[in-house]
């Protein structure tokens, strides 16, 4: 997803979505913790190659201010939120004061320091920097999104966690969570019922439930899909319509996100009902399509098209879905297992 600018690839920048441009900060390629379940985990093992930090930020500016069909800059990582305050505001004032970026109307921060590290919102040294940043940012009129990510109620538990929510709050910023769906951890309807209550309690907004990508750790974490969605289902039960803003469960694969939508039975067949939420191809966005019911498939790499049709519409111009980087685990792990 790493776009080409003036003939040379844009290096820690993803623009997949015509609406939303990623930029990996290159200080911020790292987090307040180390989940081993993260599809990124290739750039906290210390191999320079597997990196993808951005280094000239003012090329991603030239490029955010050529392309005006941009609207949201989304700071991830890593975990922007390990960056200063003051290392933030540098990357963010260009995009807040600029008349050129007057297009980027939403700046989003992927970030896991709600969970990991609430005190980054309340007595680090530059928290009260940190909060004035997302508060220029709004008076600015930029909208701007917390991507928060949990995986379990008990992270919004503590008085630290609320204290921090609270205070992003006021700044005007909106808090939107995600996070995937985890055999061990959270595979119940009862968690992510009492996990969206919480949430939505507190003033968050409901917006992801992730399918777990093919990570080194899948076997031990990934949940089938038929599962997923059965949890899914079970956790709206009783919950309020508000919480409902949450899409779910949800694959982000190469071709694009597609969101399970549920099982439907034709003549004596199960089907999954399936679409795309944003494709890679725009005029995929919205299309649904089924598969073959599957009770263990965990991924869209694993479903078979319904009614014989031998591929997906969207296979013809696609790679198939991204290989997982055999050769870098077995590095890492010295393992001959993922051979
Ligand atoms: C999910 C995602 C986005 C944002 O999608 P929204 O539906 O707007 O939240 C942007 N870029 C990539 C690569 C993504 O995976």
């Not at 941009?70 to 390990?82: A, F, K, N, R, W």
């Amino acid at each position: 997803n790493v776009p080409m600018f003036e003939g040379r690839p844009l290096e820690g920048v993803q623009h997949k979505y015509a609406d939303t441009v990623l930029l990996f900060p290159d200080a911020g390629q790292t987090c307040h913790c180390h989940c081993s379940f993260c599809f990124r985990w290739s750039q906290f093992v210390n191999m320079k190659e597997e990196k993808f930090g951005c280094q000239d930020i003012s090329r991603f500016y030239q490029y955010v201010a050529e392309h005006e069909n941009i609207t949201d800059v989304l700071l991830t990582g890593g975990d922007p939120m390990v960056l200063s305050a003051s290392r933030l505001a540098e990357l963010v004032n260009p995009l807040i004061s600029n008349e050129k970026f007057r297009h980027v109307r939403n700046l989003r921060f992927g970030t896991k320091a709600l969970g990991f590290w609430p005190y980054r919102f309340i007595s680090d040294k530059d928290s009260d920097q940190l909060l004035r940043l997302f508060e220029r940012a709004s008076v600015a009129g930029k909208h701007v999104a917390f991507m928060a990510h949990f995986n379990h109620p008990r992270e919004l538990e503590t008085t630290a966690v609320q204290t921090a929510i609270g205070r992003i709050l006021s700044t005007g910023a909106v808090i939107r969570t995600q996070g995937p769906i985890l055999a061990h951890i959270n595979d119940s309807a009862a968690v992510w019922r009492e996990l969206w209550e919480k949430q939505l309690a507190l003033g968050l907004l409901p917006y992801y439930m992730f399918m777990e990508r093919d990570t080194g750790a899948r076997d031990y974490f990934a949940v089938p899909i038929a599962r997923a969605l059965e949890i899914y289902r079970q956790s709206l039960r009783g919950l309020s319509g508000l919480a409902r803003t949450v899409r779910g469960p949800v694959m982000s694969t190469t071709p694009g996100k597609i969101e399970v939508l549920g099982v439907v039975n034709l003549g004596n067949q199960r089907y999954f009902s399936l679409r795309f939420l944003r494709a890679r191809q725009e005029r995929w966005e919205h299309r649904q399509f089924l598969a073959n019911y599957s009770p263990t498939a965990r991924w869209i790499d694993e479903l078979t098209p319904a009614l014989n049709e031998g591929k997906f519409f969207f296979d013809e111009s696609e790679p198939a879905v991204t290989p997982i980087r055999r050769s870098v685990i077995n590095s890492v792990l010295g393992n001959e297992r993922f051979s």
